[in-house]
């Protein structure tokens, strides 16, 4: 049997709710994916009536981007029914405050940036499109007139950059951050970003010094170093927001929930789950990227692994505040109506299910396509021994102190626990796990009280008692 939080019945009266991070809002446990039927819309689908179904039922976490075709103008159609457009006749600012609404940016510069090596570029804007265009496009697409124009009083309560996938993208996105320079060749998305959420205009790209933006964030599903590197840059803490994609098949991959997780969660920063169903890979969809209408999943769950214990199982990963899923059918049969069985489904606590529970979730999930849906994610990395490892030595009195540094280890399957301090092959110290939220290396001091040479290793060692060592360092010898 399946493991999982009865629903109890499907009709949700009060949606329940979670501190979207440091953002201070309170968001509904399940939010509106932009795509599936609201990107790819079969024939036979209204996708304004899904977004004004999920709104009716209090979903009031709403997700679209600038790549994802129809999917802004097809809020935009929704939002005006639901009078939620600033500048048009009962306007209701109180009902659009109640929800927080994201859209994404794919593109790596703000300014130059063209056919750099490693940048992976994308909008279904215009040709040479820069990250400001697409919050433009954004805002006009769903409050303004779609052709670039947008309202007075038009926001977007979070921008984020869209699917972080290369170290070359990492760099660009910061390039220009530290020392923005109106006359520079190159200006990467979060300087810009800044200066639209701020009012600034830092880097000559906003000269109107407008608001436009609430909170910035990031999307990843792919790298979970990559994107801690880009949590631990981020000293002016901008990053307000994390997507990242969590599922039962988490596991049998580079894993998200014992890497990136805990260092958003460590900063405060919200963090909304995805790929909850593996963009459908878990039921009839092929594990690859949708293309079409075809690939939108209409069903609810499967005999052999029904959705509940899939949105459960994301919803009480540790950090996660909201899962956003997409919507391919509803109904008004509650139990053919994707958007119902899912709110009912995410109806639960983050501690609900036991680390049992999870597991027996974990054990079905993997038997779908033997374990290989997660098409989006880095293959299995075992646990790693930690990283860059030095050793400094220090003359106190007549005490020598030994002083080692190290970057964060990688989880595998379980969590870290601690940092082992091996001398000359005895253990002489051991540093408690929390993760690395900057780019300052962990430090431990050993001292030691001869002249003699010793060597030092580091050992990282998870929950599970599972270790990975360093290549050993040496004190030299006085």
Request: hydrophobic residues 35%; proline residues 5%.
């Given at each position: 049997m399946i493991p999982y939080i009865s629903r109890g019945s499907l009709v949700v009266e009060n949606p329940m709710k979670r501190v979207f991070g440091?953002?201070?809002?309170?968001?509904?446990?399940?939010?509106?994916?932009?795509?599936?039927?609201?990107?790819?819309t079969p024939s036979d689908v209204d996708p304004v009536a899904i977004i004004l179904k999920a709104h009716k039922l209090g979903v009031n976490y709403y997700d679209t981007s600038n790549v994802y075709g129809p999917s802004q103008m097809n809020y935009g159609k929704a939002f005006r029914k639901l009078n939620m457009v600033p500048g048009l006749p009962g306007y209701r600012?109180?009902?659009?405050?109640?929800?927080?609404?994201?859209?994404?940016?794919?593109?790596?510069?703000?300014?130059?940036?063209?056919?750099?090596?490693?940048?992976?570029?994308?909008?279904?804007?215009p040709d040479g499109s820069k990250t400001l265009d697409d919050v433009h496009r954004s805002l006009s697409q769903i409050f303004g007139d779609g052709k670039g124009n947008y309202p007075q009083g038009a926001y977007l309560d979070m921008v984020l950059i869209h699917s972080l996938s290369t170290w070359q993208e990492l760099d660009a996105v910061y390039e220009g951050l530290d020392n923005p320079d109106p006359n520079a060749d190159r200006i990467g998305a979060l300087a810009a970003l800044r200066d639209v959420r701020d009012g600034t205009n830092l880097t000559g790209l906003n000269p109107k010094e407008e608001k436009l933006i609430r909170h910035i964030g990031f999307s990843g599903h792919y790298d979970a170093a990559l994107m801690m590197a880009m949590i631990q840059r981020d000293k002016y803490e901008l990053l307000d927001g994390m997507l990242v994609a969590i599922n039962a098949?988490?596991?049998?991959?580079?894993?998200?929930?014992n890497n990136v997780i805990p260092v958003a969660a460590a900063k405060n920063m919200g963090v909304i789950a995805m790929k909850v169903f593996a963009d459908g890979a878990m039921y009839t969809k092929p594990a690859t990227w949708s293309n079409n209408p075809e690939d939108v999943v209409r069903t609810v769950g499967s005999s052999s692994l029904p959705s509940t214990p899939l949105v459960q199982y994301s919803l009480t990963t540790p950090g996660i505040h909201t899962a956003i899923i997409g919507i391919g059918h509803i109904s008004e049969t509650h139990h053919d109506c994707q958007l119902t069985q899912n709110l009912a489904s995410a109806q639960v606590g983050p501690d609900s299910l036991s680390l049992s529970d999870r597991d027996k979730i974990e054990k079905m999930a993997n038997m779908v396509k033997s374990g290989k849906t997660n098409y989006f994610q880095m293959s299995y990395k075992p646990l790693s021994a930690p990283r860059d490892v030095a050793l400094q030595q220090r003359?106190?009195?007549?005490?020598?102190?030994?002083?080692?540094?190290?970057?964060?280890?990688?989880?595998?399957?379980?969590?870290?626990?601690?940092?082992?301090?091996?001398?000359?092959?005895?253990?002489?110290?051991?540093?408690?796990?929390?993760?690395?939220?900057t780019m300052e290396p962990f430090v431990y001091e050993d001292v030691v009280n001869d002249n003699q040479a010793h060597s030092y290793v580091m050992r990282s060692v998870d929950t599970q008692g599972e270790s990975a060592s360093?290549?050993?360092?040496?004190m030299q010898a006085v």
């Amino acid at each position: 049997m399946i493991p999982y939080i009865s629903r109890g019945s499907l009709v949700v009266e009060n949606p329940m709710k979670r501190v979207f991070g440091r953002t201070g809002f309170e968001v509904t446990t399940l939010g509106l994916g932009g795509q599936a039927s609201i990107q790819w819309t079969p024939s036979d689908v209204d996708p304004v009536a899904i977004i004004l179904k999920a709104h009716k039922l209090g979903v009031n976490y709403y997700d679209t981007s600038n790549v994802y075709g129809p999917s802004q103008m097809n809020y935009g159609k929704a939002f005006r029914k639901l009078n939620m457009v600033p500048g048009l006749p009962g306007y209701r600012e109180n009902a659009r405050r109640d929800i927080f609404l994201t859209s994404k940016t794919h593109l790596r510069y703000a300014k130059g940036g063209d056919n750099v090596e490693g940048i992976h570029n994308g909008t279904n804007g215009p040709d040479g499109s820069k990250t400001l265009d697409d919050v433009h496009r954004s805002l006009s697409q769903i409050f303004g007139d779609g052709k670039g124009n947008y309202p007075q009083g038009a926001y977007l309560d979070m921008v984020l950059i869209h699917s972080l996938s290369t170290w070359q993208e990492l760099d660009a996105v910061y390039e220009g951050l530290d020392n923005p320079d109106p006359n520079a060749d190159r200006i990467g998305a979060l300087a810009a970003l800044r200066d639209v959420r701020d009012g600034t205009n830092l880097t000559g790209l906003n000269p109107k010094e407008e608001k436009l933006i609430r909170h910035i964030g990031f999307s990843g599903h792919y790298d979970a170093a990559l994107m801690m590197a880009m949590i631990q840059r981020d000293k002016y803490e901008l990053l307000d927001g994390m997507l990242v994609a969590i599922n039962a098949n988490d596991k049998l991959n580079f894993n998200m929930q014992n890497n990136v997780i805990p260092v958003a969660a460590a900063k405060n920063m919200g963090v909304i789950a995805m790929k909850v169903f593996a963009d459908g890979a878990m039921y009839t969809k092929p594990a690859t990227w949708s293309n079409n209408p075809e690939d939108v999943v209409r069903t609810v769950g499967s005999s052999s692994l029904p959705s509940t214990p899939l949105v459960q199982y994301s919803l009480t990963t540790p950090g996660i505040h909201t899962a956003i899923i997409g919507i391919g059918h509803i109904s008004e049969t509650h139990h053919d109506c994707q958007l119902t069985q899912n709110l009912a489904s995410a109806q639960v606590g983050p501690d609900s299910l036991s680390l049992s529970d999870r597991d027996k979730i974990e054990k079905m999930a993997n038997m779908v396509k033997s374990g290989k849906t997660n098409y989006f994610q880095m293959s299995y990395k075992p646990l790693s021994a930690p990283r860059d490892v030095a050793l400094q030595q220090r003359n106190e009195g007549s005490a020598r102190k030994a002083v080692l540094t190290w970057q964060t280890a990688y989880a595998g399957a379980s969590p870290l626990d601690r940092y082992d301090v091996w001398r000359d092959g005895e253990k002489v110290g051991q540093v408690p796990y929390r993760p690395q939220t900057t780019m300052e290396p962990f430090v431990y001091e050993d001292v030691v009280n001869d002249n003699q040479a010793h060597s030092y290793v580091m050992r990282s060692v998870d929950t599970q008692g599972e270790s990975a060592s360093s290549e050993a360092v040496t004190m030299q010898a006085v």
